[in-house]
Nanobody, 122 residues
């Protein structure tokens, strides 16, 4: 029901834009989030946005470099990633929260996309 795409290989300092498209169900009333998981590490919160896009939150490690947004249709989600670093390398997942706002805990998200790989070379 959620599909993330837009990942790829990029050099450090470069940019990527991830997209997340929903099908079969509307998520316009759900908070949404992006998470990432690097090899051997736990899944971590990257960014979150409320149902109406009125509030966003970012992990300290990406603040000022990444921007989360919702599409005008509100059934799409984006993550603009600038000034990428090798430590940003991970599989990135989009997810829909059970509530209208975001949370930083993955347990609060009930729908998950399949993930898209982002690799940043030094």
């Amino acid at each position: 029901q959620l599909q993330a795409f837009g990942g790829g290989l990029v050099q450090a300092g470069g940019s990527l834009r991830l997209s997340c498209a929903a099908s079969g169900r509307r998520f316009s009333n759900n908070g949404m989030g992006w998470f990432r998981q690097a090899p051997g590490k736990e899944r971590e919160f990257v960014a979150g946005i409320t149902w109406n896009g009125g509030s966003t939150s970012y992990a300290d490690t990406v603040k000022g470099r990444f921007t989360i947004s919702r599409g005008s249709v509100k059934n799409t989600l984006y993550l603009q990633m600038n000034s990428l670093r090798p430590e940003d390398t991970a599989v990135y997942y989009c997810a829909a929260n059970r509530r209208a706002y975001y949370t930083t805990s993955a347990h609060e998200y009930v729908y998950w996309g399949q993930g898209t790989q982002v690799t940043v070379s030094s």
